[in-house]
T-cell receptor, first 116, second 113 residues
Framework: AQSVTQLDSHVSVSEGTPVLLRCNYSSSYSPSLFWYVQHPNKGLQLLLKYTSAATLVKGINGFEAEFKKSETSFHLTKPSAHMSDAAEYFCVVSGKGSSNTGKLIFGQGTTLQVKP | ETGVTQSPTHLIKTRGQQVTLRCSSQSGHNTVSWYQQALGQGPQFIFQYYREEENGRGNFPPRFSGLQFPNYSSELNVNALELDDSALYLC????????????FGPGTRLTVT
């Protein structure tokens, strides 16, 4: 079975300071991992994805994530937060196996607050 | 290129009623997946449709059913609505059943009273 755990339900940073959103995953297969962002009253937008190529993945809006197999982690980072980054962030693992192929498995989400 | 669209945006129903939600996939995408997002939770996979057939289902009862049409658009039907069905319902489209890069619509907010 596959699952993800987002270690923080809420993260607060000041504008211009680094962002770190933590995610651990569990998968008996080689996983595909994603980060999605959801702004209020908007749909989910793909920030970045890892699909067994480079372990450091660059996404949109300056976000990056590093796949660490030994730590089963896929943490999301950004060097400098902007006010527009305030949103809900979801770490996602691909479902694999006969009953899970094609399915995305979401974490509970981390609310990012950016203070001026 | 047209993105994923969903209708209606909001819906209020009474317990026991039935509801139909609609989704148009992104141009060129042949696979549609549906997710339920309860307040304060991550989305949960309901089912996926490919070539007009259900291709995988999450832990949802049979009163959740769907359809996919030849133009790849899709419907989600929920019978005998319960209060706990109140949620944001998200549709996502992709190219192929094992393409995990799914593109989401804005969702339909369903409230059951």
């Amino acid at each position: 079975a596959q699952s993800v755990t987002q270690l923080d339900s809420h993260v607060s940073v000041s504008e211009g300071t680094p962002v770190l959103l933590r995610c651990n995953y569990s998968s008996s297969y080689s996983p595909s991992l994603f980060w999605y962002v959801q702004h209020p009253n908007k749909g989910l937008q793909l920030l970045l994805k890892y699909t067994s190529a480079a372990t450091l993945v660059k996404g949109i809006n300056g976000f990056e994530a590093e796949f660490k197999k030994s730590e089963t982690s896929f943490h999301l980072t950004k060097p400098s937060a902007h006010m527009s980054d305030a949103a809900e962030y979801f770490c996602v693992v691909s479902g694999k196996g006969s009953s899970n192929t094609g399915k995305l498995i979401f974490g509970q989400g981390t609310t990012l607050q950016v203070k001026p | 290129e047209t993105g994923v669209t969903q209708s209606p945006t909001h819906l209020i129903k009474t317990r026991g009623q039935q509801v139909t939600l609609r989704c148009s996939s992104q141009s060129g995408h042949n696979t549609v997946s549906w997710y339920q997002q309860a307040l304060g939770q991550g989305p949960q996979f309901i089912f996926q449709y490919y070539r007009e057939e259900e291709n995988g289902r999450g832990n949802f009862p049979p009163r959740f059913s769907g359809l996919q049409f030849p133009n790849y658009s899709s419907e989600l039907n929920v019978n005998a609505l319960e209060l706990d069905d109140s949620a944001l319902y998200l549709c996502a489209s992709s190219l192929g059943t094992e393409n995990y890069e799914q593109y989401f619509g804005p969702g339909t907010r369903l409230t059951v009273t």
